[in-house]
Nanobody, 117 residues
Framework: QVQVVESGGGTVQPGGSLRLSCAAS????????MGWYRQAPGKQRELVAR???????NYGDSVKGRFTISRDNAKNTVYLQMNSLKFEDTAVYYC???????????WGQGTQVTVSS
């Protein structure tokens, strides 16, 4: 069982920045595919960003150029730096740890991000 815990959400004005953190347990963290997803009220959960163990990343179209995912394997932590935030970025942000060898994925409890003036 992998424990996943997000932190760093909050309320920010449009154009502002936030950094989310996600800590995942396990000695094999460097092999996990770590992803950030979000779900706004009445909408489906969508991919925000994903970090592959080989160092490659991919992003949802709506956040490209504004959000950056990174990871620190020594701290078992992945980060999501969110810049130039927009009203439409308001959502609950979830972190996912996916273990390729088993096909299992583990979700955190989510952290609320609200963009409001």
């Amino acid at each position: 069982q992998v424990q996943v815990v997000e932190s760093g959400g909050g309320t920010v004005q449009p154009g502002g920045s936030l950094r989310l953190s996600c800590a995942a347990s396990g000695s094999m963290f460097s092999f996990y595919v770590m992803g950030w997803y979000r779900q706004a009220p009445g909408k489906q959960r969508e991919l925000v960003a994903r970090h592959i163990p080989d160092g490659s990343t991919n992003y949802g179209d709506s956040v490209k150029g504004r959000f950056t995912i990174s990871r620190d394997n020594a701290k078992n932590t992945v980060y999501l730096q969110m810049n130039s935030l927009k009203f439409e970025d308001t959502a609950v942000y979830y972190c996912n740890a996916h273990i390729g060898s088993t096909g299992q994925g583990y979700w955190g409890q989510g952290t609320q991000v609200t963009v409001s003036s």
